[in-house]
């Protein structure tokens, strides 16, 4: 036998063994998934950690995020966590490229690099990660280690709501109505917004609303023609974008507010989110929500901090409350059952977004009040432990 043959014969074999491990731990992958869903997280990490050191990147992944939180009952270790990323994200798995961009531009788990994050990012967004893609559109927008570039913003913005992004499809109506980083057009603006709200964006809404009144209706006819080809190639319904939302429910929402008002806006919101949250009034206590959070956010932008934190505290509660549903099914690797449409009521699943701004902003707020403390801590340990007097002062959730 030549040596040519025996050579040829070795490498066959190699890839014949490489081939069999990758099935054993994708098989491994599928196995630790179903035990997630059944909260058996002994096994799941178990066989995640198999896979990982077979090489799996998906596995490699997740490792890393329980390794980073802390989560799935492994103790929290940031540096394991990013090795875990690097392995993943070297064999090209989006996920993993975009969470450890995110560290290296936050500079919590990895000294921070602007350089690094941005490589990764571009990695992870060039290969269709809507994530990564939204990320790079904010890292423009914002300059945040780069030259401000809105052109190149609204590049980033496009690619994900061409895939139907939630957060891209507004953000890109937005910039069209803005003409940021675009030529100014509102048909586009319009065909974008009402893509948003076929995609469960409520605040879209309120943008369409105003360009109903705005336009002619020669110009929505081509914008809503416009949309229906994303519409079909994304299969979304654009039906929701016509229907009307219960004028009755509107009246109530706006009753609620000028009966609550008194002499102090801020105050007359939280008695509507409250009460509102109270009784799961999805619609009216959005409208408490759309305004107690657009101050708290101009209370961040002017750094008065510890006036934010408490209203970001209330904000967390209701809109805790009002996901509930969607956060029980969530525990238990299920999908939260919606109620009927009729009218167009918020569904919990927007509430558990909403949860979920809140939270982000309210780890910011304690990481400015307190720089000492990671903000990766505040987020995952001290917020949480505020739990329990936001239950003394308005209840258990």
Known sequence: MTIRKITRLVVQSFILFAIALNCAAAESV???????????????????????????AEAQYFMGTFLENGSKGVPRDSAQAIEWYKKAAKQGYSPAQFWLALDYYSGSSVPKDYDQGLAWLKKAGNQGNADA??????????????????????????????????????VLGQIYEKGQGVTRDLTEAYKWYALAVAVGHSGAREYLKSLDLNLPPTV????????????????????VVTETKCPEDEAVALGYVESSMDNDTIQGFEVVLISTAE?????????????????????????????????LRKLRWATRRLATPSIQAADRGQEATQPDAKCLPVIEDEW????????????????RINPAKNPEDLADDAVEKEVEEDMRMFGDY
């Open 352 to 367: 558990l977004n909403r949860w979920g701004w809140v939270r982000h902003k309210m780890a910011f707020v304690l990481h």
């Open 133 to 170: 893609q939204m990320e790079l559109g904010h890292v423009f927008e914002d300059g945040t280690g780069v030259a401000k570039d809105y052109v190149e913003a609204a590049r980033w913005y496009r690619k994900a709501a061409e895939q139907g992004d939630w957060g891209g499809t507004y």
């Open 30 to 56: 599928a196995e630790a998934k179903s035990a997630l869903k059944r909260r058996d997280f002994v096994r799941a990490v178990t066989l995640f950690r198999e896979a990982a050191l077979q090489g799996n």
């Open 279 to 311: 009784d799961s009034s999805g619609y009216v206590a959005g409208v408490a929500f759309a305004s107690l959070y657009g101050y708290s956010l101009w209370l961040i932008k002017n750094q008065k901090y510890k006036d934010a934190l408490p209203i």
């Open 220 to 239: 929505i006819e081509e914008a809503m023609r416009r949309a229906s080809k994303y519409a079909e190639r994304l299969k979304l319904d654009l039906s």
